[in-house]
């Protein structure tokens, strides 16, 4: 088959992309701007566009079908000449149902820890099943995010953000699950989902595409999630929670069914999701005590509580934290695990929920476990986004604790001044961009090590 891509650079497209060549079908692709590591896996696997761009010379009727990212936009001039033509047009969520529509398909979704969850289920599944996938990002033992065969089942990691240009619907309701879990749920994204009604309705709409005889797990903590769960009526649902547990160096020993699981991952959402993913598993005849005994090695998944150094004195953990329940999430994870260290958590104002001031104040609270707090943006986002710069002032009464910091220089300095103390000191950087340029490498040259 031969299939063209309209922004082949996105995550998911260009993972889809090169299985697609390896699954034997012609690829192509277009993009007016490729980054890391995109750009270095299409150019190894030669699908890295000659240039930047969009092209409709490339649509011709010889397409068994484009697939579109939701990078393009409507008016896009390779879409229109595909949409002139008449050949069919995909949005990757309308490809992977296409795929997998005679397969038993598992979704995990929620506001936060979707990724975990996939992986999670991915590598309990690796040890008992043969499987397909769609995760949000590289896991170990994995080589591309997405894996399309022949196998009976499939797991996706379900998005509530929008499908594609074309259709303003969730990503997840194309999916048509037979198993769902969903996380939890935290107004996210509100430059496309303006209010939380409008926000929580995305999951309403997931219930109601499950397949019938299906099931549906959700995180029992979650108030609004439990009312929007039992309000759909939805025959096969049950909620779950963290089992007991304890805190060991390097992670968790759970009790479940009069039985002790080590696991080498920490923080009581991380457990919450783990039970839950158990549940999943369930549904394809994976008992609970095969299910805990696989996750006592699972890897974990990139900036997700990642460990980046660990001396004696000194731990760094990077993570992706971006959204308020996400931050409470990791900070809380972190203070419990080391009780003893001094906590310094850093966070990057960056996403264009975060970058709202209105919505800024869902922040307050949120970084109080932690000793000494520094709260970093860039005005130039704020620009790039049109956005109202705020000051240093504003930023900080919105979260209530730490200090607001604009560039680089002065994020070193705190470092240097909060890690220099004869106290164990584990630092949390909390980014879903780049910490204004920071290199990790800035710690492994720390004279603390």
């Known amino acids: 088959m031969n299939y063209h891509f309209i922004a082949i650079g996105g995550a998911v497209m260009h993972n889809l992309a090169l299985e697609l060549q390896h699954n034997n079908h012609h690829v192509t692709g277009s993009d007016d701007e490729i980054f890391e590591p995109a750009k270095s896996r299409l150019q190894s696997a030669g699908l890295l566009p000659e240039k930047y761009g969009w092209h409709p010379d490339k649509i011709t009727t010889d397409l068994d079908g484009v697939i579109v990212g939701m990078h393009a936009k409507q008016d896009n001039p390779e879409l229109l000449r595909a949409l002139e033509l008449g050949i069919q047009t995909f949005s990757f969520p309308e490809f992977i149902y296409h795929h997998s529509r005679n397969k038993t398909r598992l979704v995990m979704a929620g506001s936060h820890g979707k990724t975990t969850c996939t992986g999670m289920l991915m ?38 953000y929008l499908t594609s240009p074309l259709d303003h619907r969730p990503k997840f309701v194309h999916y048509k699950a037979h198993a769902a879990m969903i996380t939890g749920i935290a107004w996210d994204h509100v430059n496309v989902f303006p209010t939380e009604e409008i926000y929580h309705n995305q999951f309403s709409l997931l219930i109601d595409t499950l397949q019938p005889g299906g099931h549906l797990f959700w995180f029992d903590g979650d ?97 992706f934290a971006h ?126 090590s």
Not at 141 to 152: C, H, I, Q, W
Not at 259 to 276: I, M
Not at 344 to 372: I, W
């Open 123 to 160: 590598h309990i599944l690796k040890a008992y099943r043969d499987f397909d996938y769609l995760v949000g990002s590289q896991l170990p033992g994995f080589e591309r995010m997405v894996r399309l065969s022949d196998a009976p089942l499939i797991v996706i990691e379900g998005d509530e």
């Open 223 to 319: 108030s609004e999630l439990k009312h929007i769960a039992e309000k759909s009526g939805f025959p096969q649902q049950e909620s779950y929670d963290a089992p007991n547990y304890e805190n060991v160096k390097g992670g968790t020993i759970v009790s479940v069914n009069g039985e002790k699981y080590q696991l080498p991952f920490y923080g009581r959402h991380n457990l919450q999701n783990a039970a839950g993913v158990v549940k999943m598993a369930s549904t394809i005849g994976i008992t609970e005590a095969e299910a805990w005994t696989a996750l006592q090695t699972f890897p974990g998944t990139a900036k997700r509580l990642e460990p980046i150094l660990e001396t004696e004195n000194l731990t760094v953990i990077r993570d």
């Open 323 to 448: 959204a308020p329940s996400k931050v409470q999430a990791s900070v809380s994870a972190v203070r419990e695990q080391y009780p003893n260290h001094k906590f310094l958590a850093v966070f990057e104002v960056h996403t264009y929920s975060s970058l709202n001031p209105d919505f800024m104040g869902r922040y307050k609270g949120t970084l109080d476990p932690a000793d000494a707090v520094c709260i970093l943006f860039d005005p130039h986002v704020f620009e790039l986004k049109r956005m109202e710069v705020p000051s240093k002032e504003t930023v900080e009464s919105r979260f209530g604790k730490g200090k607001a910091m604009n560039d680089l220089g002065a994020l070193m300095s705190w470092l240097s001044d909060e890690t220099s103390t004869d106290q164990a000191v584990v630092v949390l950087l909390m980014s879903s961009g780049n910490l204004a340029g920071l290199d990790l490498n800035y710690f492994t040259k720390s004279n603390r």
